[in-house]
């Protein structure tokens, strides 16, 4: 199993995170990079916070890539994501994957940002003009 899984508390590097999982045998890369958006639900959203409890998180980043190498045939699965502050445009995480074929790294890297959402110990506050909530952090 070809891994990189981490947690940043700066600036995550698409171009790295990129040429990480490239690969002489892969036909098929996909790449999922969320953004912070300017809105929620119709409303300004000035930044997002987010907080992990690092070793919980890391391990269950890592049981995500050990089910996606079980469902799919690929070669690399790289998952970033980011804590701390982070402003409108910011990158909070980063899902890269490489196959032999296209369709195995779509449904893998869909696969992971999915169950992410579900199973990460990973919360965000939302920083609205008008108040702030804590949500989970990929509802």
């Not at 998952?79 to 982070?86: D, E, N, S, W, Y």
Request: glycine share 6%; net charge negative.
């Amino acid at each position: 199993m070809n891994t990189e899984i981490n947690i940043f508390s700066s600036s995550l590097n698409i171009p790295s995170a990129i040429d990480w999982v490239m690969s002489p045998e892969a036909g098929g890369i996909d790449v999922f990079i969320g953004t912070v958006r300017n809105a929620t639900k119709g409303k300004p959203v000035i930044r997002l916070e987010f907080e992990a409890y690092e070793p919980m998180a890391i391990a269950e980043m890592g049981k995500i890539a050990q089910q996606t190498f079980e469902k799919w045939p690929l070669y690399k699965v790289l998952i970033h994501h980011r804590t701390g502050i982070l402003e409108v445009g910011e990158v909070p995480v980063i899902i890269a994957v490489s196959a032999a074929h296209r369709d195995a790294a779509f449904e893998a890297c869909r696969f992971i940002i999915d169950t992410l959402k579900q199973t990460v110990p990973i919360w965000k506050k939302e920083i609205f003009e008008d108040g702030e909530v804590w949500v989970a952090a990929h509802p």
